[in-house]
Structures are given as structure tokens and as C-alpha cells.
T-cell receptor, first 114, second 112 residues
Framework: DGGITQSPKYLFRKEGQNVTLSCEQNLNHDAMYWYRQDPGQGLRLIYYSQIVNDFQKGDIAEGYSVSREKKESFPLTVTSAQKNPTAFYLC?????????????FGPGTRLTVL | SQKIEQNSEALNIQEGKTATLTCNYTNYSPAYLQWYRQDPGRGPVFLLLIRENEKEKRKERLKVTFDTTLKQSLFHITASQPADSATYLCALEDTGRRALTFGSGTRLQVQP
């Protein structure tokens, strides 16, 4: 069964703690992305990676960090420096990063900071 | 600055009617435009891609148009059904980086 998975589905964190969100894909895609979605808002790009061991900042990278050590994995760490981390986080992958490449999304992780 | 605009107000229509959603963009010169569907609490799902040299693209009850002069795409759902109720997002390739930029989406509500 090919697809993209995210875990956990719900995550609660105390203020001041770092937390890592998992994203795995078995689609053999080169490109992977992290988005943040706030209620009633669109998707905002946090980080993206076109190839293993390389990634770029998106529009709202401050307070977040990523790694891309394996093609199938792109974990996102929400650090304590992120001022308002409560949101719905979506991971996606695509064959490459071209405009013709459609993105496949995971089910999302809802992070709540207590 | 680059901007993608979709009507933030929900669109409410009766079952069986045609729904038309709009995506306007500024300061982009996209070669492609994509539409996605998102259900509450879930990730978006790809629906259609249209190229700049394609004026219209169809898939079952869906139709997308792309007018690069007006800088606008229209997304139509004919014979709409309550199951079509969702948020619909348009997306463009950001020319400065190899990544899509999404509009904020329009929520469609089809009343039975």
C-alpha cells in the first residue's frame, strides 16, 4: 500500500518543549514538504526538500527545523522558539518539485500547546 | 508581491446545480495550475492540473478553465451533490522555488 503517513494524529505539548512530527512516504518521491494550516486558513509552507540531505526554508521557517537523511523520511521539529505552534501540520511529497508534479498529502498532525 | 486569491466566503448551492469557484493570481506567470479538495481534518487531495496552453480541462463532473490574460482559473462542479461539500484549493508553482503555493481555499456547501 503506497502512501504518506504522519504520526501522531494528535499531539499535546507543554510550552517550552520541543516536539518532533514524523512523516514517512513509500512512494519513492524525491521531494517532500511541510505545511502549517491554521483554522480557516490556507496552507503555509514551512520547509521543503527536493533531494536527500538538502532542504530549503519556506515562508514561515522560524521556530522549526527539519532533516532529510533518508529519501522516505522528513521529520519536522517544532522548537520552543516557535511562538504560536498550535496548528494542523501537513506533510506532502511529490515526484519532483516541478509545477506538473502533484502533491500527495498525509493525514496531518494536530498539535496543541497547553 | 505574489498573491493567490480565492473567495474566503463559503459558497452555498442546491444539489444538482453547478458550483463555480474562482482562483485569481497576481505576479505569477504559471505554466500550470492545480486544484485540490480538502475535507475537514484531512490532507488535501489532488483533483486536476491544467497547463497554460489548455483553455479547459474536464474530469467527470469537474471542469477547470485557465485564462492567463485575466490571471484567473475557474473550477466548476456540475450536477453537484452533498458529497461535493468540501474546501477547494488552487495552487501554483512558485517561480522562485520548486514548490507550490496554495490559495486559502473556498468552502463549498451543497444543500440536499
Amino acid at each position: 500500500d503506497g502512501g504518506i503517513t504522519q504520526s501522531p494524529k494528535y499531539l499535546f505539548r507543554k510550552e517550552g518543549q520541543n516536539v518532533t512530527l514524523s512523516c514517512e512516504q513509500n512512494l519513492n518521491h524525491d521531494a517532500m514538504y511541510w505545511y502549517r494550516q491554521d483554522p480557516g486558513q490556507g496552507l503555509r509552507l514551512i520547509y521543503y526538500s527536493q533531494i536527500v540531505n538538502d532542504f530549503q526554508k519556506g515562508d514561515i521557517a522560524e521556530g522549526y527545523s527539519v532533516s532529510r537523511e533518508k529519501k522516505e523520511s522528513f521529520p519536522l521539529t517544532v522548537t520552543s522558539a516557535q511562538k504560536n505552534p498550535t496548528a494542523f501540520y501537513l506533510c506532502a511529497s511529490s515526484r519532483g518539485g516541478q509545477g506538473t508534479d502533484t502533491q500527495y498529502f498525509g493525514p496531518g498532525t494536530r498539535l496543541t500547546v497547553l | 508581491s505574489q498573491k493567490i486569491e480565492q473567495n474566503s466566503e463559503a459558497l452555498n448551492i442546491q444539489e444538482g446545480k453547478t458550483a463555480t469557484l474562482t482562483c485569481n493570481y497576481t505576479n505569477y506567470s504559471p505554466a500550470y495550475l492545480q486544484w485540490y479538495r480538502q475535507d475537514p481534518g484531512r490532507g488535501p487531495v489532488f483533483l486536476l492540473l491544467i497547463r497554460e496552453n489548455e483553455k479547459e480541462k474536464r474530469k467527470e463532473r469537474l471542469k477547470v478553465t485557465f485564462d492567463t490574460t485575466l490571471k484567473q482559473s475557474l473550477f466548476h462542479i456540475t450536477a453537484s451533490q452533498p458529497a461535493d461539500s468540501a474546501t477547494y484549493l488552487c495552487a501554483l508553482e512558485d517561480t522562485g522555488r520548486r514548490a507550490l503555493t496554495f490559495g486559502s481555499g473556498t468552502r463549498l456547501q451543497v444543500q440536499p
